[in-house]
């Protein structure tokens, strides 16, 4: 059995039929794919891992006095040890107001308010703060810095 034949008047009017679908066809804009967002890892003390030279660098920067508009400082319940360091990293992330936010340069920013003033913040003229922040660095696996107040 033959297919049918078109006759010659259908087949130039098939063919412009043919040329606008895919013209039409060719004029789609691309599908557009939905921004990524990205969602931080939930505040959890798993993340309180800290090296000795963070901790050195947490001692040496928010452990020896507030300086206005540059270092925030921690009280000493907080400061001496790596382990009060650890402490009080637990202790931010198992707040329920704890929230992080990523920064610009990947890391994430934990913030939290405390019962009680954990320092002195530098963009407050060092005043009292009970606000703390950790910064974790999810390529890491660690904390990159605490200290009083906001980032």
């Known amino acids: 059995m033959q297919p049918p034949q078109l006759s010659r008047l259908r087949r130039p009017a098939l063919a412009a039929a ?10 789609q804009e691309p599908p557009t794919q939905a921004p990524r967002l990205f969602v931080a890892p939930a505040c959890g003390t798993g993340l309180c891992v800290i090296t000795d030279t963070i901790w050195n660098h947490i001692d040496q920067r928010h452990c020896q006095g507030c300086v206005a508009n ?19 990293c637990q202790t931010l992330m198992g707040l329920s107001d704890c929230a992080g936010v990523q920064q610009a340069n990947g890391r994430i920013a934990y913030t939290a308010t405390f019962a009680a003033d954990v320092g ?11 606000r703390g922040t950790v910064i974790y660095d999810p390529t890491t696996g660690g904390v990159m810095t605490q200290f009083p107040g906001n980032p």
Request: glycine fraction near 4%; aromatic fraction near 8%.
């Open 120 to 130: 002195n913040e530098r963009t407050s003229n060092c005043s009292n703060t009970s």
């Open 70 to 88: 540059d270092k925030s400082a921690f009280i000493n319940t907080y400061c001496g040890s790596k382990a009060n360091a650890v402490t009080f």
């Open 18 to 27: 043919a040329l606008l679908i895919l013209g039409a066809c060719a004029r």
